[in-house]
C-alpha cells in the first residue's frame, strides 16, 4: 500500500525560500569564516620575546592548543555551511535523509546546515543505541 502525498503536504521548498536559507546560511558562513581566520592568527603568533618566559610558556601552549581545538570545530562547521549551500543549488536542501520529509523552517534557521529533522534525528540515534 502506497502513502498519498497531501496536496497541501510539499516534497521541497520553493526557489524563493532556497534564496532565503542561501542568505541566512552565507551570512553565518561569512562569520565562521572570520572566526576562524582569528583563531588561526592567534595560533600562529609568535611570542618569542623575551620575559617571564617559563610561566608564560605554559599558558601559551595551552591557549594555542584550545584556539587549535575551536579553529577545528569551525572548519568542521564552514564545511557544513558549505554543503548546505550545495544542497540549495541542487534543490533538495531541507529535506531530511532519513524521513524524505522537508525539515521544519524553525529548525533550520537555527540549524542552517541540518540535515535531519527531529524525527529523523530520534531514529539515527536509536539505530546508533541498537549497534552499540
Known amino acids: 500500500m502506497s502513502t ?6 510539499k516534497t521541497r521548498y520553493s526557489d524563493e525560500e532556497l534564496q532565503e536559507f542561501k542568505q541566512v546560511i552565507l551570512e ?16 600562529m603568533t609568535d611570542e618569542s ?12 601552549t595551552r591557549e594555542k592548543e ?5 579553529a577545528s570545530k569551525q572548519k568542521e562547521f564552514i564545511d557544513k555551511l558549505q554543503k548546505a549551500l550545495i544542497r540549495i543549488e541542487n534543490k533538495n536542501y531541507g529535506i531530511c535523509r532519513i524521513t524524505g520529509k522537508l525539515i521544519p523552517r524553525e529548525r533550520l534557521l537555527a540549524v542552517p546546515h541540518a540535515t535531519l ?5 530520534e531514529i539515527e540515534d536509536k539505530l546508533k543505541k541498537e549497534q552499540r
Open 4 to 9: 498519498k502525498i497531501e496536496k497541501n503536504e
Open 28 to 43: 553565518k558562513l561569512e562569520v565562521a569564516k572570520n572566526n576562524y581566520e582569528m583563531l588561526l592568527s592567534r595560533i
Open 49 to 60: 620575546a623575551p620575559g617571564f618566559k617559563v610561566l608564560e610558556e605554559g599558558a601559551s
Open 66 to 70: 584550545e584556539a587549535s581545538q575551536r
Open 117 to 121: 529533522s527531529l524525527e529523523g534525528k
